[in-house]
């Protein structure tokens, strides 16, 4: 195999890896803390029917975590397995969050281990609710010490180079690259987005399915007003992003926007194809990709004119973009339309329509989720680690990289199928309102002793 | 010797690998015999006494492993140019192996108690992943990589065709087998479980065999394999002696039905000191004969760095690990069963 053919390979596992966890890992990140929520909110308001949403997520949970533990140590080795030559040179740099990663996680599984088989054993609930703290906060701490490394990715700082040597060599100044920021409230955020939006839609479909509980009505409304939170702040925190990227990675937001030449009071470019290199079918919003970029309508915006062609990201990344902003929108505003729905009592908010919307918010924020980590890695080509050092230069020599994409291919269909297998059958064999009864005979059994 | 920041860096790395071994072996001897109990339908006797240990720290387990690798790339990063090129096969298929384990291991606790199927899946993966792990062991001890146009090539037909490849992977199985054993008895005879205890003490001393015989022999096969490494291995042949002095008093201990905790913690002297002399002996070198501590170290910045974050991270990490221990593993009641903690 030559080397094309190994980078090649190489970049189709590590993207069928990532595109794989990333569903797990998201999950993994957010939904510790919509389990503290509902227990929270069982608790104050002495409410059974948040308690149970606490006790059956974190049920769910577990499955999720396990796909993500596994696939994220598939992940962790695979970037030296495929990408030898870049770990060997940026492991001098960035090991560090990733050593503190692995304690984040350490943390976390210890007290998910806990607070998984401790649900009787306090007297007072509160306590049990304390031992969910670390989890999340190692859940949380994990991402943030991982997407650390990815900005570095982006943005190497903390090191000068002499002669293709590493030298002054700063482990925090690496860590707090300009990229970091952002990138880290991005993800974080996202996450927990995606997590409330894939609760909510559970408890919508069963809603939709005939259960007419309450205790799935509770469910969606509470995680559609946390999706909303963080929706909102995903699109302020985006914001962000588009002037990180205009300050640092002008050829990912050229890229990303279609905007070819240098110019100011650029416009956005929403949707469209390109044919033949030019643009058509395209929205075109005046003066946005300059606000976006600078917060100033005539500010000039760095085109892909000013960087080699060897050097330009694909102009694909497009389509990404377009995708992760369109879906990020509509779920802003169907969870805010839902939300004052609510609150002003209209009919319409318990209606098939809004339910089935809500429904396909779920997996629309995971493709969101999907296209997002698209964008910001196929935007970073040609470079691993920008300016640095090329994806081709970091690739394994090895010439079975194409059995092992196959091999892992097989693995992770059989992960993702056994997961939804062992979900489902979960749930459907022990509905709320089986459970909810038995809830209440024990409860009767116990006042009448 | 001084005490380098390399021999530091290496010497916390070997904690957490052994650590692994320990605390994976149980682990994955435990899935094993639970798979193997359910197929000759003596789950009755085995299951309850496996799952109620497993259930609370299995993910605890995994992250043993991460820490090893994630560390080794932190402190010698030249490891991930030759080890990742070359461990790109076996590396993959023990990935999938501890894929398939772990979530199986979670499908069926969690999802589908008692579940023949997954429970025979992550039983038989667990036992092929200290199989496919320890040829790691064997490839550091050179012979088996080509240097070819300045990239290192790993000689299939070599590492498959040498006895010591086998060797090992025997020893690493038995190990497995007998670690868990020993510890199952233990526990099994804490949890006042009578019959369970005998099955398991059998096990244990059924394995305990295989395990010194494959371990002697891999040292002698060294010999004509690593004379440079089996010499620094004579240097501390009396470490050797400790650790078989240690075997002798487990199997002593079991065979006369007295004092299973203690003779757990015999065992885990045993495989600690033998494990910690390989390891002084295999110094310098990460990989025979390319590569060592000292010219794959990190720069000072980072190490200085890591062991700092290492020592932060303990800090967290060793009370954690006390009180799932204490709430579990030394738990009276739990260990019993009187306390009725199911999961979620």
């Known amino acids: 195999m030559g080397n094309e053919e190994a980078v090649f390979f190489s970049r189709l596992l590590t993207e069928m890896t990532l595109s794989?966890?990333?569903?797990?890992?998201?999950?993994?990140?957010?939904?510790?803390?919509?389990?503290?929520?509902?227990?929270?909110?069982?608790?104050?308001?002495?409410?059974?029917?948040?308690?149970?949403?606490?006790?059956?997520?974190?049920?769910?949970?577990?499955?999720?975590v396990a796909v993500?533990?596994?696939?994220?140590?598939?992940?962790?080795?695979?970037?030296?397995?495929?990408?030898?030559?870049?770990?060997?040179?940026?492991?001098?740099v960035i090991a560090l969050p990733l050593f503190m990663e692995t304690f984040a996680f350490f943390f976390e599984a210890i007290f998910l281990g806990i607070y998984l088989y401790t649900w009787d054993r306090f007297e007072n609930q509160k306590k049990h609710l304390l031992l969910l703290v670390p989890v999340a906060v190692g859940a949380g701490m994990s991402a943030v010490f991982i997407t650390i490394v990815n900005a570095f990715m982006n943005a190497p700082q903390g090191f000068d180079m002499v002669n293709g040597e590493l030298v002054n060599i700063n482990p925090l100044l690496a860590m707090l690259n300009p990229a970091m920021p952002t990138k880290v409230a991005h993800v974080v955020s996202t996450a927990l987005m995606t997590s409330a939006f894939v609760l909510a839609a559970i408890g919508a479909f069963r809603l939709l399915k005939g259960s007419n509980h309450i205790y799935h009505k509770k469910a969606v409304y509470l995680m559609v007003k946390v999706g909303l939170v963080f929706s909102v702040a995903t699109a302020i925190i985006g914001d962000f992003s588009g002037k990180y990227l205009a300050e640092y990675q002008p050829e990912k937001l050229a890229a990303a926007e279609w905007h070819f030449e240098t110019s100011d009071s650029a416009p956005l470019i929403l949707y469209g194809v390109l044919d033949d290199g030019e643009v058509k079918y395209a929205i075109e919003i005046p003066y946005a990709l300059s606000i976006l970029a600078h917060n100033d309508p005539t500010a000039e915006v760095i085109g892909l004119d000013q960087f080699p062609?060897?050097?330009?990201?694909?102009?694909?990344?497009?389509?990404?973009?377009?995708?992760?902003?369109?879906?990020?929108?509509?779920?802003?505003?169907?969870?805010?339309?839902?939300?004052?729905?609510?609150?002003?009592?209209?009919?319409?908010?318990?209606?098939?329509?809004?339910?089935?919307?809500?429904?396909?918010?779920?997996?629309?924020?995971?493709?969101?989720?999907?296209?997002?980590?698209?964008?910001?890695?196929?935007?970073?080509?040609?470079?691993?680690?920008?300016?640095?050092?090329?994806?081709?230069?970091?690739?394994?020599?090895?010439?079975?990289?194409?059995?092992?994409?196959?091999?892992?291919?097989?693995?992770?269909?059989?992960?993702?199928?056994?997961?939804?297998?062992?979900?489902?059958?979960?749930?459907?064999?022990?509905?709320?309102?089986?459970?909810?009864?038995?809830?209440?005979?024990?409860?009767?059994?116990?006042?009448?002793? | 010797m001084t005490l380098t920041l390399e021999i530091i860096g290496i010497t916390v790395l070997w904690f957490f690998l052994f650590g692994y071994v320990i605390v994976a072996s149980i682990d994955f001897g435990s899935g094993f015999f639970n798979a193997y109990s359910l197929l000759t339908n003596r789950q009755h006797i085995l299951t309850k006494i496996i799952q109620r240990y497993l259930s609370p720290v299995w993910e605890v387990t995994n992250v043993f492993l991460v820490f090893f690798f994630v560390g080794i790339i932190g402190f010698f990063p030249k490891t991930a140019f030759y080890y990742g090129t070359t461990l790109l096969v076996p590396a993959s298929i023990a990935i999938i192996l501890l894929a398939i384990r772990g979530s199986y291991y979670a499908f069926e606790t969690y999802g589908s108690r008692g579940h023949k199927g997954y429970s025979f899946m992550y039983g038989v993966a667990g036992l092929l992943i200290p199989a496919s792990l320890s040829v790691v062991l064997t490839i550091s001890e050179g012979g088996f990589i080509d240097m070819i146009d300045g990239q290192p090539v790993l000689d299939y037909q070599e590492l498959f065709l040498s006895p010591l490849t086998w060797s090992i992977v025997v020893l690493a199985i038995s190990a497995t087998l007998y670690i868990s054993a020993v510890f199952l008895t233990w526990y099994a005879n804490k949890a006042k479980d009578g019959e369970a205890t005998k099955l398991l003490r059998k096990y244990a001393l059924i394995w305990s065999l295989p395990t010194m015989i494959t371990a002697t022999g891999i040292i002698v096969e060294l010999r004509a394999h690593n004379p440079e490494h089996y010499a620094n291995i004579l240097d501390v042949w009396w470490a050797f002696l400790i650790s078989g002095l240690l075997f002798i008093g487990t199997v002593y201990l079991l065979w006369t039905k007295r004092s299973y905790g203690f003779a757990f913690l015999l065992l885990v002297g045993q495989f600690f000191v033998a494990f910690f002399a390989y390891g002084w002996s295999h110094r310098p070198y990460l990989l025979y004969p390319y590569l060592t501590i000292y010219d794959s170290f990190t720069n000072e910045a980072m190490a200085i760095a890591l062991i700092i974050a290492f020592i932060a991270g303990l800090g967290l990490l060793l009370p954690s690990l006390y009180l799932l221990l204490r709430l579990f593993l030394f738990n009276k009641e739990y260990v019993v069963g009187k306390k009725e903690d199911n999961h979620a």
């Open chain 1, 20 to 64: 794989f966890h990333i569903i797990y890992a998201t999950i993994g990140v957010g939904v510790p803390l919509m389990i503290m929520l509902a227990q929270y909110v069982g608790i104050k308001k002495n409410d059974e029917h948040y308690i149970l949403m606490a006790r059956r997520w974190a049920r769910g949970f577990v499955i999720t």
């Open chain 1, 309 to 449: 062609e060897d050097e330009r990201p694909p102009l694909y990344i497009h389509y990404f973009f377009d995708v992760m902003v369109t879906i990020g929108m509509f779920m802003v505003m169907l969870s805010a339309f839902y939300v004052v729905a609510k609150w002003r009592k209209w009919k319409f908010a318990n209606s098939r329509f809004i339910l089935w919307l809500i429904v396909a918010g779920g997996p629309l924020s995971l493709i969101a989720i999907q296209a997002g980590w698209w964008m910001t890695e196929v935007g970073r080509q040609p470079w691993i680690l920008r300016g640095i050092m090329t994806v081709d230069e970091a690739a394994t020599s090895s010439g079975s990289v194409d059995i092992m994409v196959i091999a892992f291919a097989l693995l992770y269909l059989i992960l993702g199928i056994g997961s939804v297998v062992v979900l489902r059958r979960m749930f459907r064999n022990n509905p709320v309102e089986k459970e909810l009864d038995k809830m209440e005979a024990e409860r009767l059994a116990g006042e009448s002793k």
């Open chain 1, 68 to 92: 993500g533990v596994v696939t994220g140590t598939a992940i962790g080795l695979q970037l030296s397995l495929l990408w030898p030559n870049f770990m060997e040179l940026a492991g001098q």
